[in-house]
């Protein structure tokens, strides 16, 4: 069972990116600030559940978050500043967009580059343990395959449509016979892909 909150005393958002492991397209993160009595039957890490699942839990978490915003950091960006700090980037202007400030920050996984002054906490596989995370990670990877699903209209040969941009099989095998395109992150080894998490 994930929990409303990690603290009781200031105003808490939950951040999670998407598609860091990924040979093209941007990387997205969201911020939400969720109710303090949020409780959920479904919610849980966008990971854990089905594609359709995730879009009917994205129009849940929109309408009854107090503030969601999402943003994304493109793959040009990416190759200039390293995934990792892509990754802080995006989330910093995910919680930048908010339309109220919150005053204490909880990140999935166990970096996070502080943002101004707001305490955080970082948190393993906060997305499944945690409401305002789980929420984060399903806003970030639903607009993160929205994304992904218009750029494969122009590029059909490289699957974005099923693999949404990770570095499957077919996808590096067609970047290798074919080349990259304006999406792809030139820093990434197609042939042995970064998969691991920093």
């Known amino acids: ?20 492991g990924c040979l093209a397209g941007p990387v997205f993160a969201a911020a939400v ?27 849940e978490i929109e309408e009854k978050a107090i503030a969601w915003a999402v943003a994304s ?20 202007r995910a919680i930048e967009k908010l339309h109220m400030e919150p005053q204490f920050l909880i990140i999935d996984g166990n970096r996070f580059k502080k943002y101004r002054n707001t305490p955080h ?4 596989k906060g997305d499944g343990k945690y409401f305002s995370i789980a929420a984060a990670s399903i806003l970030a990877k639903t607009y993160r395959d929205d994304f ?26 067609t970047v290798m016979k074919i080349g990259f395109t304006p999406y792809h992150r030139r820093t990434f080894r197609v042939s042995d892909p970064q998969l691991s998490i920093f």
């Open 1 to 20: 069972m994930l929990s409303a909150r990690y603290q009781h005393e200031f105003l808490e958002a939950g951040c999670d990116e998407a598609g860091r």
């Open 33 to 59: 600030i969720l109710p303090p009595d949020f409780d959920h039957q479904l919610l849980n890490d966008s990971k854990q559940i089905s594609e359709e699942l995730r879009y009917q839990l994205r129009a």
């Open 73 to 92: 950091v493109d793959n040009f960006e990416i190759d200039e500043i390293n995934i990792l700090n892509a990754s802080f980037l995006a989330m910093h």
């Open 121 to 124: 906490e970082c948190i393993i």
């Open 148 to 173: 992904m699903m218009r750029i494969a209209l122009e590029h059909p040969e490289y699957d974005w449509h099923s693999n949404k941009g990770y570095p499957t099989i077919k996808h590096r095998n």
